[in-house]
């Protein structure tokens, strides 16, 4: 569990914004493989597998947030996001700011998959898996995620 | 030269430096003289560096004694104690033996209840019977007395 646990949370945390709840999700990832091991068949990797849990939950919650909102919820959840509060401190970062505005704006069915791709480095196999769809419903959805990160990133570079 | 296709495809293993020299070099050819390939490579080249300078956060200290902790939890619900797993054997038994014994005896039941009941209903009839031949060998005699 200490070799998966931050991996885990990163995740839980790039997905959710919030780190109370994904502290909470990735627990819940936990409990879920460990109620589960004895269906782990080993025909992927269990970084992989805590992954794809750790997917389902974090949409689950967040299909529950959209449901239920909250008082919180009409903050940027960009903002939130430690990374966003540590690029924002660094004045340097101007362009990785920018991207990371950019995916975190994205429909989670295409943020997903650009998280795995390029900030877990997981290959398209580990990313098919990760999310439960095909490698080449994977390639489909970076291949747009990309052309709406381009649009929005010209779209803001033409802003400055 | 090579198509805009396969650049496409090679540019994420430029980036990482998984491209073999041959077909790295083809690939910088081709990205010097084609603007949408170029245009490709620089998104990957961006996302994969934002990537790659993305840190990883850790959990809070207990995380994973919160999850041990709720495990625990879980797996002691889930236990029974000793005598509560007698208790469950034992009424578990007696429902299986009781159940074919239901099943078996349910219709002699029934068909002696029936029997019985109309038993009582032909008693009836007859303590009927004799009740009014007893009422009226009463009132005969009577009548023979008062004759």
Known sequence: ?160 | MISCGTAQALTGELIRGTLEEKDAARLRGHLQTCRECRAEFDLESRLVRTGARAPVYHPPGDFAARVVERWQGETAKAMLSPAEIVRKVLADALKAAYAPLYAAYVPVIRETWTTLAGAREALREASGVVREVLKDLMWGRFVLKTT
């Open chain 1, 1 to 160: 569990m200490r070799r998966y646990q931050s991996s885990v949370y990163t995740l839980a945390l790039r997905m959710l914004s919030d780190e109370d709840e994904a502290g909470d999700a990735a627990q819940t990832v936990f409990l879920n493989a460990l109620r589960s091991l004895h269906l782990f068949r080993g025909g992927s990797s269990l970084k992989t597998w805590l992954h794809r849990i750790t997917v389902n939950e974090c949409s689950a919650r967040t299909k529950m947030r959209k449901r239920f909102p909250r008082p919180s919820s009409d903050d940027d959840p960009v903002a939130s996001l430690p990374d966003a509060q540590r690029l924002a401190s660094d004045p340097a970062n101007d362009e990785e700011r920018e991207t990371w505005n950019a995916v975190l704006q994205l429909p989670e069915s295409y943020r997903l998959p650009v998280l795995l791709r390029y900030f877990e480095d997981f290959s398209y196999e580990e990313t098919a898996r990760a999310l439960g769809i095909s490698v080449d419903t994977v390639k489909i959805r970076l291949f747009r995620a990309k052309a709406m990160l381009r649009a929005t990133l010209v779209e803001r570079g033409g802003e400055q």
